[in-house]
């Protein structure tokens, strides 16, 4: 077996290639001559420290998933759209309210032999958002005041076909006063006639009178002298087919002298 030694300088890391290589010699038959071989062991030490190097190795991805991503951020004219289209939609929700908040104004008026008006306001100079008159003559309603305690009651009918009705919207409400039937009332539209009465009361807070003659003289005379009642009412809706108005009294002691309640069934 020959011996293998290094020659020059270069020769000197043939010790280092021993480590990582395996020399066989192939003897050949005819020449009885040595060749020297030269194999790759796959299990070398080389081989190891490669695989050591391919498990130690973190992909890139995994340590780019690793960093959450920068939020975008929303352009200030987008905001600014966004705001204004909020502020007209809170607009256009307000006009379908009924004009009416939880203190109202509310006044009773009609001649001595005519017949009753009944005006809710949200404040004495807007024009009124619920206005009836009562079948029930102006003298017998302040007979029942005088006596005491009176609970005027309004039931309409619920009708099928028709949806989205407000209840202060109803034309037609049977009446009933201190539980007894009194008529019908009719829902009616603020006129002339009934504004210039409003106009002549709106100074008045509270309280109860007569009007003079010439509020209007042409009802005047057939039909007596024009009552009137002011006072302040709490409203308490209990749900979209049922409301209640009652009367406040100034020193805020006992119970109310008036209730109008409002009730679709």
């Known amino acids: 077996m020959k011996t293998i030694t290094a020659k020059s300088p270069h020769d000197s890391s043939f010790s280092f290639s021993r480590r990582y290589f395996n020399w066989k010699k192939k003897v050949e038959d005819d020449d009885d001559n040595e060749e020297e071989i030269l194999t790759f062991s796959s299990s070398s030490h080389f081989s190891e420290e490669a695989k050591e190097a391919e498990e130690l190795r973190i992909p890139v991805a995994s340590r780019v998933s690793l960093v959450p991503p920068p939020r975008k951020k929303l352009p200030i004219v987008s905001v600014s759209k966004l705001r204004s289209a909020l502020s007209v939609f809170g607009k256009n929700t307000s006009a379908y309210r009924s004009g009416l908040g939880t203190r109202v104004v509310g006044t009773l008026f009609g001649y001595r032999r005519g017949h009753v008006h009944f005006a809710f306001q949200e404040e004495a100079k807007v024009s009124p958002a619920f206005l009836i008159q009562l079948a029930t003559p102006?003298?017998?309603?302040?007979?029942?005041?005088?006596?005491?305690?009176?609970?005027?009651?309004?039931?309409?009918?619920?009708?099928?076909?028709?949806?989205?009705?407000?209840?202060?919207?109803?034309?037609?409400?049977?009446?009933?006063?201190?539980?007894?039937?009194?008529?019908?009332?009719?829902?009616?539209?603020?006129?002339?006639?009934?504004?210039?009465?409003?106009?002549?009361?709106?100074?008045?807070?509270?309280?109860?009178?007569?009007?003079?003659?010439?509020c209007n003289d042409n009802e005047a005379g057939s039909e007596g002298e024009l009552m009137y009642m002011r006072a302040k009412f709490e409203r308490v809706v209990g749900s979209k087919d049922s409301e209640a108005f009652y009367m406040m009294n100034p020193d805020g002691s006992g119970g109310p002298e008036l209730s109008v309640y409002l009730l679709r069934v």
């Open 138 to 214: 102006t003298s017998v309603l302040v007979r029942e005041m005088a006596s005491g305690l009176v609970r005027i009651a309004l039931e309409c009918e619920k009708k099928m076909g028709k949806k989205g009705v407000k209840l202060l919207d109803e034309p037609v409400w049977r009446t009933y006063c201190n539980g007894k039937k009194c008529g019908f009332a009719m829902r009616r539209e603020c006129g002339a006639e009934e504004w210039k009465v409003l106009k002549a009361v709106e100074p008045i807070s509270m309280g109860a009178g007569v009007l003079p003659g010439n």
